[in-house]
């Protein structure tokens, strides 16, 4: 059964930084692609990066290029989001997902079920 849980989200002050871990469970992890993507409250789900488990090639959203960087820990089945200069707009809950979730929802192939972890960037 597939399971993805994830942690670390926090109140953190403009211009801080995060680190967002998913543990996955019930598959192989380094053979899959996997993703992160947010939701802010009262909006729709957006894609925030990418890692290709065979290559391990990395993408970001744009609105996050430069600032968040997705890893993968293989051994241990780990999914993370490290995030820095956090701004207001990063306020979201984030999700990891298993597949490739992209900028175009139309283009998803990409699941996520977890509770996802809140991440509020504050004064």
């Known amino acids: 059964q597939v399971q993805l849980v994830e942690s670390g989200g926090a109140l953190v002050p403009p211009g801080g930084s995060l680190t967002l871990s998913c543990r996955a469970f019930g598959f192989n992890f380094g053979t899959y692609h996997m993703s992160w993507i947010r939701q802010a409250q009262g909006k729709g789900v957006v894609w925030v990066a990418n890692?290709?488990?065979?290559?391990?090639?990395?993408y970001n959203a744009d609105p996050v290029q430069g600032r968040f960087a997705i890893s993968s820990d293989n051994v241990e089945n780990i999914l993370y989001l490290q995030m820095k200069d956090l701004t207001v707009e990063g306020t979201a809950v984030y999700f990891c997902a298993k597949g490739v979730c992209t900028a175009v929802p139309d283009d998803w192939d990409c699941d996520y079920g977890g509770q996802g972890t809140q991440v509020t960037v504050s004064s």
């Open positions: 890692i290709y488990g065979d290559a391990g090639s990395r």
